[in-house]
C-alpha cells in the first residue's frame, strides 16, 4: 500500500514538473527585474550627484574634478571586475580547461587588471591643477 502511494505521488510530482512552467517563467524573470532595479538605481544615484554638484556650485563651495571620479571609478570597477574574473576563471579553467566558456572569467579579469592599471598610470600629480 505505501510504495503504491508513493509511486502515485511521484507521479503525480512527475506530471507537475513536466506540465509547470512556473519555474521557466521565474527564471526568466529574475534577471530583468534586476535590471529594471539597477537602472532605478543608477538614475537616482545621478540624479542625486546632479543636483548636490548643482548646489556646490549655487553656494560657491570648490567641487571635486571630473578626473578625480573618473579615476576611482575605474578603480572600483577594476577590483570589482577582478574579483568577479578570477574565480569565474579558476573554475571553467579547473572544471572544463579546453571549453571556450573559460572567456566568461577571462574578460572580466582582463578588464579588471586593465581599469586598475589605469587607476595607477594615471595617478594624480601634486602640483598638476595648483595653477589654476
Given amino acids: 500500500m505505501e510504495s ?10 512527475d506530471r507537475c514538473i513536466a506540465t509547470s512552467h512556473t519555474g521557466d517563467i521565474i527564471l ?4 530583468m527585474v534586476a ?25 560657491q563651495i ?3 574634478s571630473a578626473r578625480d571620479h573618473l579615476r576611482f571609478i575605474s578603480l572600483l570597477a577594476g577590483c570589482l571586475s577582478f574579483s568577479a574574473g578570477l574565480p569565474l576563471t579558476l573554475f571553467f579553467f579547473f572544471t572544463r580547461p579546453t571549453n571556450p566558456g573559460i572567456l566568461g572569467g577571462l574578460i572580466p579579469l582582463c578588464a579588471g587588471i586593465g581599469l ?6 594615471s595617478e594624480r600629480k ?5 595653477a589654476r
Fill in 4 to 13: 503504491q502511494s508513493a509511486k502515485n505521488l511521484e507521479a503525480m510530482l
Fill in 116 to 121: 586598475v592599471a589605469f587607476y595607477y598610470l
Fill in 62 to 64: 570648490p567641487t571635486e
Fill in 28 to 31: 526568466s524573470i529574475v534577471p
Fill in 126 to 130: 601634486a602640483g598638476a591643477h595648483a
Fill in 35 to 59: 535590471v529594471v532595479f539597477g537602472s532605478v538605481l543608477v538614475f537616482f544615484l545621478l540624479l542625486y550627484n546632479y543636483r548636490l554638484r548643482k548646489e556646490k556650485i549655487r553656494l
